[in-house]
Structure formats: structure tokens, C-alpha cells
């Protein structure tokens, strides 16, 4: 008696749905952030980068050229922008900017972005700029020293208005007054041993003192 054997044809394999550029690009930049808040800047590698974004290498570079392009667009670029806002910098003097709702919002979005990528910055901050050197460097360094010109000109433009000689350097004040902005979230366990205040409480008197410091003519100034 001939046996007869039955096959059913093999499924045909899923074809994986085709990504939006928009999602790859976020998953990217999502996969980059947590390696660098992980590993480090420098024990981050775009290969693992690809990997946990669930993409080729290839096409992790045809949208970024370099780790230094995605660490630009992680950290550098919005910090760049928060910093812009926050130390006034614009091009041309209109009077400095002393709106209390608007510096509050200012350092309350600064400080969640610095508490977001904490462990990389702080691993930055120890190891130095040079860990993240390319052909990028110069320019981010250059975009820091405009920030600092154009405010300390602000500031001092500010107190001449009023007609006051500025008390202080305002080129040193104003790089003191982001480090202690800096300072406040990155070394917070250093500061605040007993426990970190409410971010409301933190982010206004920051501001006061800011404000109080770089363009107070007198102790009740707001």
C-alpha cells in the first residue's frame, strides 16, 4: 500500500513594515541617548547605537554623519538653544529681559534637560570637552564664547543705561551665574546631601539670585 506523504507549503516570511523616516530618526536618537547616559560618551559606539535602535549602520549614518552629529543633536544643539535664552543673548541690545514667568519656565525646561542627560554630562564634566573632540569642536566652543559676549555686552549695557558703572565683571559673572545653574543639577548630591528641594523652590531662587547678581541697583530688586 503507497503511502502518501502531505506537505503544506512553508509560510512566507513577514516583510517587515517600512519605517517612516520620522521614526527612525527618533529611534535613533532615542537609542544614542541612552548609550551615552549609560556607557559614556567615549565606550558609546554607533554599531550598538544601530543595534538598539533596531537599524542597519548604514542607515544610522545616511541620517547622521558621525557619534559627534548625534551627540550635537542630543545634547549639544538643545543646550545651545536653552543657554541662548537663558543668558538673553540677542543680536542687537533691547533691554535685558527680566520677566519672572519667563525666566522661571527658562530654567525650569534647563534644568530638566540637564537632570535628563545627568550621568553623560557629569561624566563630561570630569573627563573634560575634549572626549567628545572632532571637527565639531571648535564651533561648539566658539557658540559658548558668543553667548558669553553678546550677555556680558547685555549686562553691562544695562547698568550703563541706568547709570550705573557695572560692579562686577560681567564676562566672569555670567559664565559663574550658568555654572551655578550647571552645578545645581549635576552635583546636587554634593549640595544637597540632606535631600534636593522642590524644583520650584530651586528654580526661583536661582533665578533671584541670578537676576540679583547680574543686574540688581539694589537689594530689593526682582
Known sequence: MAVITLTTPSA???????RPQEEIIDRIL??????????GY???TTKEIAKQADVSETLLYRHFKSKAGLFDQIVFDPF????????????????WDLDPARGRALLAQMIEFLEHNRKLLCDLAVKGLAETADEQTERRLEGMRRHYRIAA???KTFHELKGQTCPFDPDIAVRLALGMLLASTLFNEWLFPDGMPEREKLVENIRLMMVRALASSGPNSD
Request: hydrophobic share 35%.
Open 12 to 18: 512566507k516570511p513577514r516583510r517587515r513594515r517600512r
Open 30 to 39: 532615542a537609542a544614542a541617548q541612552r548609550q551615552f547616559n549609560e556607557l
Open 80 to 95: 545651545d538653544l536653552l543657554a541662548t535664552q537663558l543668558l538673553n543673548v540677542r543680536d542687537g541690545y533691547q533691554g
Open 42 to 44: 567615549a565606550a558609546t
Open 153 to 155: 555686552h547685555q549686562i
